[in-house]
């Protein structure tokens, strides 16, 4: 165990030692690629978009979606059941967005220049709108993540600082998450002509949006389900019941617009007609995604069963494998006849991917046990600042 102080420690385990070992060599590729340039990648004209894009912006940005979708549900919508899950989303979605921003730092060609959109607006380009909201995004969850901190490290009136934005915070980071979240699928709009039919889509941007609200729910049902096992407290029966059937029916929402629009472009059928990988994948992405989670959600929905622990983790992982199939086939499998050559991602782009990865999950474990970020469900702490609600990530002040 390392021991910071009386009150900061961090367990020691053989899992953390190897993710300190990937983290380590995380940090030496990056400055290894920030000083070669992207020669270490197999990037190329042809695919200049590749591994990071898709699990550093597509994939990490979609499964950070908890930190809008809690808030909103708890502050706007006031379902209050769902108190005791808020902070650690809050949490998961700073961390994600915060190594989003470093995977992209290092998927720059010219990774110097990352400033210049501050300074230089494109006002008609989908990309600006991107680099603003994901900067403006985790700024806003950084002020939300503050008081979780200074708390813990004693600063009381800081902390009580940060929770007055409370209102404000939540607002702001709703609407930037919309916008987004929604111009992901915009980039790929701009692909016409390039981005396989059965993805290309004037909808993408809704299909996008939706998925994310999906699926930022379902990444919060599994880690609480992870972190239930690791610090050994309790499945709350009322916050994830609520938010598995939130996924549920948005995803019902998400399907239905995706099969109507392959239906008006004339691409269903193709999914039984033509036999080839892209085809293949779809398939795979709809019934891995869609298909078996809406099955099994509706039929506990239609017959009033009480939806348990394992349904719901179950249909939260079938979602998530859904949303990764979906923006791997964008980015990836959609791409790959109009390139004209195949791609791999090179062993470096791997384990920068693994390192950084494995970064997020040891920072996210430090805080974890060091800031009390998950509050027993029903727990009347005393200490005002403790039930602070640290912005739109804890226990609101009563």
Same mark, same amino acid.
């Given at each position: ?24 060599i ?11 340039? /992207? ?13 990071? &894009? ?9 499964l ?11 502050? !706007?919508? $006031? ?35 990352f400033?210049? *959109? ?7 380009s ?11 995004? &985790?700024?806003?969850? &950084?002020?939300?993540f ?8 004693g ?11 409370t209102g404000? /915070?939540?607002i ?5 998450? &919309?916008?987004? +979240? ?15 039919q059965?993805?290309?889509?004037m909808?993408? *941007?809704i ?5 994310a ?33 939130w ?13 109507i629009?392959?239906? !008006?472009?004339?691409?269903l ?5 033509t036999?080839d990988?892209q085809t293949?994948?779809?398939l ?5 995604g869609s ?10 929905n239609?017959? $009033? ?22 923006? %791997?086939?964008?980015?990836i499998t959609g791409?790959w ?10 062993? +470096?782009e791997?384990?920068? %991917? !693994?390192?950084?990865?494995s970064?997020?999950?040891? !920072? ?25 609600g640290? $912005? ?7």
């Amino acid at each position: 165990m390392i021991r910071i102080n009386s009150n900061i420690t961090f367990k020691m385990t053989g899992f953390r030692k190897l993710l300190m070992l990937f983290s380590g060599i995380f940090f030496v590729l990056v400055f290894y690629r920030f000083a070669v340039g /992207l020669s270490i990648t197999n990037l190329s004209d042809a695919w200049p978009w590749g591994l990071w &894009t898709v699990i550093d912006v597509k994939l990490g940005i979609a499964l950070a979606a908890g930190g809008f979708t809690t808030a909103g549900i708890y502050y !706007v919508l $006031g379902i209050k059941k769902i108190e005791s899950v808020v902070k650690p989303a809050i949490l998961t979605a700073w961390l994600g967005y915060c190594m989003v921003a470093l995977g992209l730092l290092v998927d720059l060609g010219r990774w110097y220049g990352f400033w210049h *959109p501050i300074v230089s607006w494109g006002h008609h380009s989908v990309m600006f709108e991107l680099y603003m909201c994901v900067l403006l995004y &985790t700024i806003v969850l &950084t002020a939300e993540f503050a008081p979780i901190f200074f708390d813990g490290i004693g600063f009381k009136r800081t902390a009580k600082f940060f929770v007055g934005l409370t209102g404000f /915070l939540v607002i702001a980071g709703i609407v930037l998450s &919309t916008m987004h +979240q929604s111009s992901l699928g915009s980039m790929y709009v701009l692909m016409a002509g390039r981005l396989d039919q059965l993805w290309w889509t004037m909808a993408l *941007p809704i299909l996008y949006f939706s998925s994310a609200v999906a699926v930022g729910p379902a990444v919060v049902t599994c880690e609480s389900a992870l972190s239930g096992k690791t610090y050994n407290h309790e499945w709350d029966n009322e916050a994830m019941p609520f938010l598995a059937k939130w996924s549920g029916y948005v995803l019902s929402f998400y399907f239905v617009v995706r099969i109507i629009d392959l239906i !008006v472009r004339g691409q269903l059928g193709r999914l039984f007609t033509t036999f080839d990988a892209q085809t293949f994948m779809c398939l795979l992405e709809l019934i891995i995604g869609s298909v078996l989670p809406l099955f099994f959600f509706w039929s506990y929905n239609m017959s $009033g069963k009480f939806m348990d622990k394992k349904m719901a983790v179950r249909n939260a992982i079938f979602i998530i494998l859904g949303v990764v199939l979906n923006r %791997t086939n964008v980015v990836i499998t959609g791409m790959w006849k109009s390139a004209g050559t195949g791609y791999f991602p090179s062993t +470096q782009e791997i384990l920068i %991917t !693994v390192g950084l990865t494995s970064f997020g999950i040891l !920072v996210y474990l430090f805080i974890s046990e060091n800031f009390g970020v998950f509050t027993p469900h029903g727990a009347e702490d005393e200490d005002v600042s403790v039930r602070s609600g640290v $912005g739109a990530s804890g226990v609101p002040t009563t």
